[in-house]
């Protein structure tokens, strides 16, 4: 085996850190012009129906089902970064011929659809092969007590990227034309990849023992891999975590504006203002845990599961609020509230991201093979089925609850209260993913004292 320095601690520095977080800014911004200003673009200037961009977008996510595969990929073959590079040229060039399609929509519009379909396609491969990877990376390579705050960065960095890439695009983009349109995209993806192609070089190497045995061992196939994977019960039981926990998040999306206009009266500009509110609650959730549990770490406030687990709550309980808002109407503090939904958003989803990092490798020395992108890929595949469903729900729920209430108000709360039952749900999964592992474990014929066994339990803070 030959060994490559390793970093002060074993794992990455913050640099590294930072420069892994780069890549997914890079990433953020390619899928921000896809999804949002060509989305804008076919409803508004094409005038086209919001169904066809909303089935493309649809398409990206449903494509991220390929994540455990693209997982399994780096895994036999023990480096992430060709995926990453790999996955990041296909979303470029996807991200090109978005524009490219659009385009084209305004003078042949079958032709411009065939050649979306295949765009979004690529896009969402794309994002599934570097996204996936680049956590199995983050994961391998970053020290256990610094994985909350990579998180963190590396999260803040991808909604970096959306902020500055939607700023810039949109001045650039202005007057509009669709010429103009494919030479801002094709710049962006331009840009985009080659920051992630410098930002990754010898980053792996830096950290990473070579075993010139490893490809002579037997590799098992992805079908297997997944099944063992599956077979965890740990691994199961936060596969449904993160599905319940990020449909609860994602529901209110598309409903919390309209309701701001119709309990509050918020005019246009107002209720969009909401959007940077939540969000900003968002980022200050995701900063604060992330620094408290990595300058805690081995206490409770060092505990993943803890930011989980309080996380859930605060954003239950903040959609209660906005429950009780709809009854009480204007006199409540509608702002205070959002920004504390954001708040609770933030802190659960950076130390789920985070838990996805400590337990890719398996908990309680669960895991028999090395399977860590499985692992990311199928949390990663959950997450975006989820996202996806939780929107389409949170609308469609939404428009049921009008027509048998017959109030916009009690249609908008009905859906809040569910979501909030959601968290709570998802706060009881995450408070039982430990007892879950050690369970399982207590059934198996296990050593105790087996060093490796005990080292992975202390590790894994969750």
């Given at each position: 085996m030959k060994h490559i320095q390793l970093d002060n601690d074993g794992g990455l520095s913050w640099l590294g850190?930072?420069?892994?977080?780069?890549?997914q800014a890079a990433l953020g911004a390619i899928v921000v012009l896809t999804t949002s200003t060509i989305n804008r673009v076919m409803v508004v200037e094409l005038a086209l129906p919001a169904m066809i961009p909303g089935a493309l977008v649809a398409l990206h996510h449903a494509l991220q089902l390929l994540?455990?595969?693209?997982?399994?990929g780096a895994d036999i073959g023990g480096r992430a970064t060709p995926w990453i590079i790999g996955g990041m040229g296909v979303l470029a060039v996807g991200g090109v011929l978005s524009a490219v399609s659009t385009a084209l929509m305004a003078t042949h519009f079958l032709g411009g659809l065939a050649l979306a379909i295949v765009a979004f396609a690529m896009i969402g491969a794309g994002v599934s092969a570097a996204g996936t990877s680049l956590l199995v990376l983050v994961a391998k390579r970053v020290a256990p007590n610094r994985k909350p705050a990579a998180a963190s960065i590396v999260w803040i960095l991808m909604i970096s990227g959306f902020v500055v890439t939607a700023t810039l695009a949109g001045k650039f983009l202005d007057p509009f034309t669709p010429t103009r349109l494919v030479i801002v995209t094709s710049w962006v993806s331009f840009i985009a990849f080659f920051l992630a192609v410098i930002a990754l070089w010898r980053v792996e190497s830096k950290a990473v023992f070579i075993n010139?045995?490893?490809k002579s061992a037997s590799k098992p196939s992805f079908k297997l891999a997944l099944a063992e994977v599956w077979a965890e019960p740990a691994a199961r039981h936060f596969t449904i975590f993160v599905f319940v926990s990020m449909f609860a998040y994602n529901a209110q999306d598309l409903i919390l504006e309209p309701f701001a206009g119709s309990v509050f009266k918020f005019s246009v500009g107002e209720s969009t203002g909401l959007s940077g509110l939540q969000h900003g609650g968002v980022l200050t959730g995701m900063i604060a845990a992330g620094a408290i549990a990595t300058l805690a770490w081995g206490r409770l406030?060092?505990?993943?599961?803890?930011w989980m687990v309080s996380g859930c709550v605060a954003s239950a309980l903040a959609l209660l609020g906005l429950v009780v808002a709809g009854s009480v109407g204007p006199t409540w503090p509608f702002k205070a509230n959002v920004f504390l939904l954001g708040l609770g958003n933030g802190t659960f989803s950076i130390a789920a991201v985070a838990s996805m990092m400590s337990m890719a490798s398996g908990i309680n020395g669960e895991s028999r093979e090395a399977s860590e992108g499985v692992r990311m890929g199928l949390w990663g595949a959950s997450q975006a089925i989820a996202f996806g469903l939780g929107s389409f729900f949170g609308a469609a729920m939404s428009d049921a609850a009008k027509l048998l209430l017959g109030s916009p108000v009690a249609a908008y709360s009905s859906v809040f209260a569910i979501e909030a039952a959601l968290f709570l749900v998802a706060a009881w999964l995450a408070y039982h993913i430990r007892q879950?592992?050690?369970?399982?474990?207590?059934?198996?014929?296990?050593?105790?004292?087996?060093?490796?066994?005990?080292?992975?339990t202390r590790k894994v803070s969750i």
């Open positions: 850190i930072v420069r892994l977080g780069l890549v994540r455990p595969r693209m997982g399994h010139h045995n490893a406030l060092g505990s993943l599961k803890f879950v592992a050690t369970a399982h474990q207590s059934k198996t014929v296990v050593n105790p004292n087996d060093s490796l066994v005990s080292s992975l």
